[in-house]
């Protein structure tokens, strides 16, 4: 079979949090000011208390509500293919599975975090939510949340990407969501950039900046964010549980978990369910692959220290592999994956040796994309053709080696609104940084 489905209704009924599995406490963000931990409280000022609350759970599993299993089941359970195509063009007797995200309505994982946020703000009295997004992905998916609850979203896109992806734009504006370039001269945080240059490419972390400091001077106003923090890790793990029992539908158990990584949702989401079996002992050979591109290469050449999640210096600081919370990283493609930092959660399975790490330049993950999209016959996204990269680079050692490895990877979004960077690297006019 190349395709694997679970019944109908057969979502996960509970999200998965690794925290409690890790062999060491996790490190907690600690107040700028004081340098102890952050209280609950002055994390409620950008976030509803069910998200503060999920953010520092110790609860190995959390009850996913009716009213989000609901909108999840619009595309969930989403499919597993088994990648023969690809297997047989590789000449590989490696075995390649993708769990396919991109059958969703904004056509990546996003949404899975997205609706969660959107329920949560809800039920809190929220009236608006303001986010960053880089390739449009998250702009895309919380628009679309926000429409089921009512909510206002405004969405600050990182002005490369604005330009980059206008349909990303077309997208959310469709369903209400008011996006605007970032660096803008609409906040403090962005002002101080655009002033500058009106043209700067702009950052995640500008984004965020100008975000946060919007939701934290309205009291109708709460901020979303799209990765890095441990519940939107924990919403995303819905990806993994599924995997799980379809591989096990398919006879197999994943000798390597690969996923690409910008901030680590859609990497934890799929690799997290996995990595819990080898936090317990019970399949300690298990390799996990975080991929990124040369071009930000956070786990790769980053110091793990603490540091801000974003530019300015408006959030907390978070100990995480960094290149720096003002580094703004080179207008590759892969917009998604243009993050100075990572996700606390990743990183400290990266420093204790559970998760390996690894980076590709721009040109060569297109490369990987075409062969994929002319064998297995989907576009993927610039960001998942990270994780299709690493993927083919383990078919061609199993290849040279003779091993027959089962390999599972992320498919985390596709990649039709990325046609003119695909344009780009057809043409021979795609750059690497």
Request: charged letters at 25%.
């Amino acid at each position: 079979m190349r395709k694997f489905l679970l019944p109908e209704g057969e979502i996960p009924r509970k999200w998965l949090n690794i925290a409690p599995l890790l062999p060491e406490p996790l490190e907690p963000p600690l107040d700028p000011e004081t340098k102890e931990p952050v209280s609950p409280e002055k994390l409620l000022v950008i976030f509803p208390e069910p998200l503060v609350m999920q953010e520092v759970s110790d609860q190995e599993w959390i009850d996913i509500p009716e009213e989000v299993l609901d909108i999840l089941s619009l595309w969930r359970p989403t499919p597993l293919h088994r990648a023969k195509n690809l297997e047989e063009f590789l000449g590989t007797p490696a075995k390649i599975f993708y769990k396919n995200e991109s059958v969703s309505p904004p056509g990546s994982h996003k949404p899975n975090t997205a609706v969660a946020q959107a329920y949560y703000n809800k039920i809190s009295g929220v009236k608006r939510l303001t986010t960053e997004t880089g390739a449009g992905q998250w702009g895309s998916a919380l628009s679309f949340a926000t429409q089921f609850f009512g909510i206002e979203c405004r969405v600050y896109m990182v002005r490369v990407s604005y330009n980059q992806k206008p349909y990303r734009r077309v997208l959310m504006e469709t369903w209400k969501g008011e996006v605007i370039p970032s660096p803008s001269p609409y906040t403090n945080a962005g002002k101080q950039f655009y002033e500058k240059d009106p043209e700067h490419p702009g950052s995640l972390g500008i984004a965020i900046s100008e975000a946060i400091e919007e939701a934290a001077t309205r009291d109708d106003t709460k901020y979303s964010l799209g990765s890095v923090l441990n519940h939107v890790l924990l919403h995303q793990t819905v990806i993994g549980l599924e995997a799980k029992r379809q591989m096990e539908e398919a006879g197999f158990y994943p000798d390597v978990v690969i996923g690409a990584v910008g901030g680590g949702s859609n990497f934890a989401g799929l690799s997290f369910p996995f990595l819990a079996d080898k936090l317990r002992g019970d399949k300690p050979n298990l390799k996990v692959l975080a991929v990124e591109p040369q071009a930000c290469p956070t786990l790769t050449k980053g110091e793990y220290r603490y540091d801000f999640g974003d530019t300015v210096g408006l959030t907390p600081l978070i100990k995480m592999y960094t290149l720096g919370h003002d580094f703004v990283p080179p207008p590759i493609h892969a917009g998604g994956l243009r993050y100075h930092g990572d996700a606390p959660l990743v990183c400290k399975l990266y420093d204790l040796g559970y998760i390996d790490a690894v980076a590709y330049k721009q040109t060569e993950v297109f490369e990987a994309a075409v062969t994929f999209a002319r064998t297995e016959g989907i576009i993927p996204a610039p960001e998942s053709s990270h994780a299709i990269k690493a993927a083919i680079d383990e078919a061609i050692r199993c290849k040279e080696t003779g091993e027959e490895k089962v390999i599972l990877f992320n498919l985390s979004g596709h990649g039709y609104f990325d046609l003119s960077a695909y344009d780009k690297y057809l043409r021979g006019e795609l750059e690497d940084s």
